[in-house]
């Protein structure tokens, strides 16, 4: 490396999707009518779970916090982005890109424990229902929602110790955001161990609740399986939402990063990365009002 491109950056540029002011047009339209429909979606959800006493249950309050989380992945990405996909700037200063690449973090996160947090809460409820209203009280029920936030913030802390933005020329971030991966290929050092410890960090952060999640589901399985018929329908329509939202999640994390750091491209991980940003928090909501009973019967009412 010169000594031109040992030079810290302050500022990057955000090369995004295109230069072409007409498809940056037409994204615009796109991406601010899928942020309107999540953030409404989601609003929604909140709504019908705070005025209608049948669902304030420990579900659906693992759904709003949920739908919480969605609010914020897309509200932290989606603005500057609309407002660079316009104005042609899109210079995003050091403070700016830290800032960006930590909410990620911690909500990414909160969303993989939520997530697992929600496999117990349908583990408890199918496997062990008589001692539900023991092991799921609404005091350990924000016990355990409170945990999740701390260890979030617990598990951020090393990621912003860390020398993870020492970053030189050229100061080009080939993707619409500040995004981990791409970010750390600006270091002004070998990024080998830098890309090792995410990998650590990935499977510490998204594998052990996916392990955790799928240890529950087994069980879940084997449990509806003893049930008679009738009984099973039941059983997996109150796991389907959130089988289909885990599937849907972890399924587009693992195509972005999961394998060799040498046959990541940025611009094959951009265009996931918008499901995993924008896609995902628009779908969940919907999941959940299309695929569940109980939500469906409280929009009608």
Same mark, same amino acid.
């Given at each position: 490396m010169n000594p031109r491109n040992r030079t810290l950056a302050t500022e990057f540029i955000l090369l995004g999707f295109s230069n072409d002011l007409k498809i940056n047009l037409v994204l615009f339209v796109?991406?601010?009518?899928?942020?309107?429909?999540?953030?409404?979606?989601?609003?929604l959800i909140l709504c019908l779970v705070l005025i209608n006493n049948n669902l304030h249950i420990q579900m659906y309050f693992f759904l709003c916090i949920l739908s919480i989380i969605d609010m914020c992945m897309t509200s932290a990405i989606?603005?500057?982005?609309?407002?660079?996909?316009i104005s042609g700037q899109r210079i995003i200063s050091l403070a700016a890109c830290k800032?960006?690449?930590?909410?990620?973090?911690?909500?990414?996160? /909160?969303?993989?424990?939520?997530?697992?947090l929600m496999a117990y809460d349908r583990y408890v409820a199918?496997?062990?229902?008589?001692?539900y209203l023991v092991l799921m009280r609404w005091s350990k029920c924000y016990g355990m929602t409170a945990i999740v936030w701390i260890l979030s913030f617990v598990i951020l802390l090393p990621v912003i110790s860390g020398n993870y933005f020492t970053l030189c020329y050229p100061n080009q971030i080939n993707h619409?955001?500040?995004?981990g991966v791409t970010v750390l290929h600006l270091s002004c050092s070998d990024i080998h161990s830098k890309e090792v410890f995410v990998f650590m960090c990935c499977f510490m952060i998204a594998g052990l609740p996916f392990f955790f999640i799928l240890? /529950?589901?087994?069980?879940i399985l084997f449990s509806v399986l003893k049930v008679? /018929? /009738?009984g099973r329908a039941k059983a997996f329509s109150t796991c389907s939402s959130h089988v289909m939202v885990v599937v849907l999640y972890y399924g587009i994390s693992i195509v972005v990063y999961i394998g060799p750091s040498s046959k990541y491209s940025a611009d094959y991980g951009k265009y996931f990365s918008l499901f995993s940003v924008v896609i995902c928090p628009t779908l969940n909501p919907l999941i959940y009002c299309l695929n569940n009973k109980d939500v469906k019967e409280a929009q009608r009412n």
């Open positions: 796109v991406f601010m009518f899928l942020y309107l429909v999540s953030i409404n979606a989601n609003c989606l603005p500057r982005f609309l407002v660079d996909l800032a960006q690449f930590y909410v990620l973090i911690l909500i990414g996160v /909160s969303e993989c424990l939520l997530l697992a199918i496997c062990r229902p008589l001692h619409f955001m500040c995004e240890a /529950s589901y087994i069980r008679k /018929s /009738s």
